[in-house]
């Protein structure tokens, strides 16, 4: 598996991971009261992946402005 495989892999993993999160977080903000602790470190890791996403999307597709 070359590299520009291997990043598209990690890409996609990433993005179902973050959809999961979305979700995980719906659920427990629906039922009252929920653990404020829990909802902020899912939000952490959520935003955390999407930096991620948006760094390994980048270095798949530089912006080259020629």
Do not use: Y
């Not at 902020?40 to 597709?61: A, T, V, Y």
Request: charged content about 45%; hydrophobic content about 35%; glycine content about 2%.
């Amino acid at each position: 598996m070359d590299e520009q495989e291997e990043m598209r892999r990690q890409l996609e993993e990433m993005r179902t991971e973050h959809r999961d999160l979305d979700d995980v977080i719906a659920r427990l903000t629906e039922k009252a009261p929920f653990d404020q602790l829990q909802l902020q470190r899912l939000k952490k890791r959520k935003l955390g992946l999407k930096d991620s996403i948006l760094r390994l999307e980048n270095e798949l597709h530089p912006d080259i402005i020629a």
